[in-house]
């Protein structure tokens, strides 16, 4: 059985490498001998509005589209202490009220010209995102820009967006995953860290958010100093910047330019701890055990990525082969590292049987202990290979590339960094693997959140004498039950 998903995925990923190079060979170069082909996207064209408005432009002319991306450089990150979920709040009510439209008549509007128009807000930044066919660019354009630059925050939509949070709130009480999800945030960082809450905030702080809130957060975020416009499709600047200047150029703020967000750092554990919340009837033990990572900056970027596919990054990684496929404890583990412009958590986490969660929490402390002492060379290789031959996926459509070019404005990525990104990996070496795996892999460290049944799982858990255990109540992870307005 392992032997066939493996080969199934193999060919998978060697299909989809081929494919990308055999739709577009301008995009790879020669590969050296033995090496994956590395990236060459075609040239970002960077331009700017009469307003200093940046504007990035990739043509693409496969197919007669045009991908849209107004990308502001504040996000759930930058909500004041007090507000958590006002960024993330103020994000959704720009399509519920713009201009002279309704939310229902700016969908009607969008859907009448065969495009897709949606609002996303993340820890470090907003967008906005266009998708539209290119004979229609310029008649989509204008409601872009007024459902990003002239909402209107209607007190009707807050109260139903507000409800329906509150409802989530509710629900997700009830959901052992999103409960240690939830908690483990809140282990971490702790309840005043906005790290330590999620980015939709909690019932209290949606309770207290009002339309001047969000006014004000949109007035600091939402400014042409503060933002990027990202192009790209069938189309060429002489084009689209003609389009982006009568919709965006004369968009100005007086309002000063929002200086980065500084969030604190929060203090790393320095002991193994293990939170239990109990949840009576769990049909599933959840775990997550890890502690605060590295922020998108790291210079250990590359080797991370190779360390935790080998780790739990990927079907074939050691946790997933040992809990899921060796012991059948779970339909899955893995491992993950949530690099964002401060340090996020790393987290190896799985669902496992209820009667097997003990048994489980050895198997990943033996796992997350050997990624620290040896790498053998076919494993390396495999993990760079899955890595490299994976990339070219990220870049199939426009709305990818578009996410990509996102990326790298936020994170104020090198100009060369997807022709390199191959390159990088291919250099990572076993002492490399092991030099991040010793530093950012230290299970003696960890924090342990087990959200189960308490009955069934505490003896045994006990007697593993992993640390102090700690009990969280569904109240200390969400505080108090929300009241649903009626």
């Known amino acids: 059985m392992l032997t066939r998903h493996l080969a199934l995925a193999t060919a998978l990923i060697f299909c989809a490498a081929t494919l990308v190079a055999q739709q577009a060979p301008d995009r790879t170069r020669p590969p050296q001998p033995g090496a994956p082909p590395s990236l060459a996207l075609p040239a970002i064209q960077k331009q700017q509005l009469s307003n200093g408005l940046p504007v990035w432009i990739v043509e693409s002319h496969e197919v007669p589209v045009a991908q849209v991306n107004l990308v502001v450089l504040s996000g759930t990150g930058d909500d004041p202490a007090g507000k958590f979920g006002v960024g993330s709040l ?5 399509e519920e009220g713009a201009a002279a439209r309704s939310s229902l008549e700016i969908a009607d509007a969008i859907d009448f010209l065969g495009a897709d128009l949606d609002v996303t807000s993340g820890s470090d930044s907003s967008a906005v995102r266009l998708h539209v066919p290119v004979a229609r660019l310029g008649d989509a354009l204008p409601i872009m820009a007024d459902v990003a630059l002239r909402p209107t925050f209607p007190s009707a939509e807050l109260e139903r967006l507000r409800a329906e949070r509150l409802t989530n709130i509710l629900q997700a009480r009830d959901d052992p995953a999103t409960i240690n999800a939830t908690a483990y945030a809140r282990v971490l960082y702790g309840p005043t860290h906005r790290y330590g809450t999620s980015g939709a905030g909690t019932a209290a702080t949606l309770r207290s ?3 001047d809130d ?3 957060f949109y007035a600091a975020a939402f400014q042409p100093r503060n933002a990027a416009l990202i192009v790209v499709g069938d189309v060429t600047p002489a084009r689209v910047l003609p389009l982006l200047e009568a919709s965006f150029g004369r968009w100005t703020t007086s309002a000063p330019a929002p200086a980065p967000a500084r969030l604190p750092n929060a203090p790393q554990h320095a002991l193994r ?3 239990l919340v109990d949840k009576p009837g769990a049909p599933q033990s959840q775990i997550r055990i890890g502690w605060i990572g590295v922020p998108r900056s790291t210079p250990d970027y590359f ?4 360390m935790n596919t080998i780790l739990g990054g990927s079907f074939s990684s050691r946790l997933n082969l040992n809990l899921r496929e060796r012991n059948g404890y ?3 583990a893995s491992s993950s590292f949530d690099m964002r412009l401060s340090a996020g958590p790393f987290a190896a986490a799985a669902g496992v049987q209820t009667d097997k969660t003990s048994e489980a929490l050895k198997e990943f402390i033996n796992e997350l202990n050997a990624i620290a002492r040896s790498v053998p060379d076919d494993e390396l290789r495999r993990a760079k290979n899955y890595v490299a031959l994976r990339y070219p996926a990220n870049f199939e459509s426009t709305g990818d590339i578009s996410r990509q070019l996102e990326n790298m404005l936020v994170y104020r990525l090198p100009e060369d960094y997807f022709s390199n990104y191959v390159a990088n990996v291919e250099a ?11 530093r950012y892999i230290q299970p003696n460290r960890f924090a342990f959140v087990i959200t189960g049944d308490r009955q069934v799982i505490e003896p045994g858990i006990a007697a593993l004498k992993l640390g102090e255990i700690r009990m969280m109540t569904i109240d200390d992870v969400f505080g108090p039950a929300p009241v649903i307005p009626r």
């Open 209 to 211: 958010i009002s339309t």
């Open 330 to 332: 779970t339909y899955g």
């Open 428 to 438: 990572v070496t076993a002492a490399d693997v092991l030099r991040v795996a010793r």
């Open 214 to 216: 969000l006014r004000a």
């Open 90 to 94: 103020a994000a959704a009510m720009l």
């Open 303 to 306: 080797p991370i990525q190779v």
């Open 273 to 275: 701890i293990i939170y």
